[in-house]
């Protein structure tokens, strides 16, 4: 019990005191690995810990620092300021000048700082005078000033396996001081394991469900729990999201990248993972509009009169009606041929756009409404398209510079294998 007479959390009393109770990340913390030997050493080194929620960032920090000499600090950067930094650092610095004691100060959630809250680490990093830990569910390239993140390692979690979790809630049902023993409760592995299925490898989440699943049970008087009375301490698998995080580009990556490989399989599930965790279907749209000229292109132009019309349902009939539409254009899609054509002519365009002299248009494709700009040469010499067999006349278009210039070259899939024979043909045109 805490001193307030409140029941502390199941997932807080359950969290290991020693490295070799430590569950998962066993790549991070092999035999000889820096992490290790870090934490064996008392060799510490400022770092950041970056993984997904509940996969043991805070509990590997407490355990490094429960190795040490050194004073230890923690605080949250959602609830701390430049005030309370101010302080801790006056603090540490006191503490290494008059007593030659290092302080390592554990910030979790350091990607909530702002540039002038992480600057002011900067110089105590520097002389020595702190060890900075930090954890953040976010990438630290993007969440971190470049001049911080060069003063310390950045070590990755991956999110827990289902057995690990499975592992972490057995210990916690037939722990007797900590943990559930001492209740009598009989939780199969069978149970245990549709938890960690539910957690989507979050140790902290499991635990609480286990929490939660131990509360429905004493209310009804039972001690054995089945698979049915997970449901009601948990309601449904956590989808982890975020909107405006490094998730949320991951996975509209990976649905990109699974339609560029013609894998509709794949691509459905990164779709229905972002639907389904409340992603706003009209981005996702977009985005497949987007792919539909960047990666195929004029292989197969109805690419792109799906995908619109995808959008077009988004807009119409909104959720959950539209994520039928979204799926039938990812189907599409990912069956149709492939080409980046459009999209590598376009660019090679824009860079002679941007990077070239302005070339004037020539004389001959402008305008000429009135008689002093034809009295000068507009419009001279132009060739009407429609006099000519092909419907395609012998003239110049592109600035005399640029003369040869090739920027579209057609793949041979799909509908661009007609482009690319009409172009070997020396034709500007092609038949239906």
Same mark, same amino acid.
């Given at each position: 019990? %805490? ?5 502390? &959390?199941?997932?807080? @009393?359950? @969290? ?33 810990? #970056?993984? &997904? ?41 006191? !503490? ?9 100060? +554990? ?19 520097? %002389? ?21 993140? %060069?003063?310390?390692?950045? +070590? ?14 057995? @210990? ?77 580009? !991951? ?9 560029? !490989? ?7 599930? #990164? ?15 977009? @985005? ?31 959720? $959950?009606? =539209? ?10 899609? %990912?069956? =149709?041929?492939?080409? !980046? ?55 110049? =278009?592109? $600035? ?33």
């Amino acid at each position: 019990m %805490s001193k307030t007479g409140k029941q502390i &959390p199941l997932a807080e @009393r359950m @969290r290991p005191v020693a490295l070799d109770d430590f569950v998962g990340q066993e790549r991070l913390l092999a035999p000889g690995s820096l992490l290790r030997q870090m934490i064996e050493s008392d060799e510490v080194s400022s770092f950041i810990l #970056w993984g &997904p929620p509940g996969t043991g960032k805070t509990t590997l920090a407490r355990l490094l620092a429960s190795t040490t000499d050194s004073a230890q600090v923690s605080f949250s950067a959602v609830t701390s300021g430049i005030k309370e930094i101010k302080g801790v650092m006056a603090e540490a610095e006191a !503490n290494f000048n008059f007593g030659g004691k290092r302080t390592i100060l +554990f910030v979790d959630e350091i990607h909530r700082f702002n540039r002038a809250q992480q600057d002011a680490f900067l110089p105590y990093v520097e %002389s020595g005078t702190i060890v900075l830990i930090g954890a953040t569910t976010e990438n630290p390239s993007f969440e971190l000033n470049s001049a911080l993140l %060069s003063r310390l390692k950045v +070590f990755i979690l991956e999110e827990l396996s289902i057995d690990n979790v499975v592992t972490i809630l057995r @210990r916690a049902v037939d722990d007797q001081e900590r943990g559930l023993g001492h209740t009598g409760l009989e939780i199969d592995d069978g149970v245990l394991r549709g938890i960690a299925v539910y957690s989507s490898g979050d140790a902290r989440n499991a635990l609480n469900s286990l929490e939660l699943l131990a509360g429905v049970l004493k209310r009804r008087g039972l001690k054995i729990a089945t698979e049915e009375h997970i449901k009601d301490a948990v309601q449904q698998a956590v989808l982890k999201y975020d909107k405006t995080g490094e998730h949320h580009y !991951n996975l509209i990556s990976a649905l990109h990248k699974s339609i560029r !490989n013609s894998d509709a399989n794949a691509a459905l599930y #990164w779709l229905a993972r972002m639907l389904e965790a409340g992603e706003d279907p009209i981005f996702i749209a977009r @985005r497949l509009v987007r792919f539909a000229s960047e990666d195929i292109g004029l292989a197969h132009p109805q690419a792109l009169e799906q995908t619109v019309a995808a959008m077009h349902a988004v807009q119409l009939i909104g959720v $959950p009606e =539209c994520k039928l539409a979204l799926a039938q254009a990812v189907v599409f899609m %990912s069956y =149709c041929p492939k080409s !980046n054509s459009v999209y590598r002519a376009y660019e090679a365009a824009a860079i002679d756009a941007h990077n070239s002299l302005q070339h004037p248009v020539p004389l001959h494709l402008r305008n000429a409404p009135t008689s002093l700009m034809k009295d000068i040469g507009y419009g001279k010499g132009y060739k009407y398209a429609h006099d000519f067999n092909e419907g395609v006349a012998d003239m110049r =278009c592109l $600035p005399e510079a640029l003369e040869g210039v090739i920027y579209y070259e057609p793949t041979p899939r799909g509908f661009e294998g007609k482009l690319r024979k009409a172009q070997s043909n020396g034709r500007g045109a092609v038949d239906d």
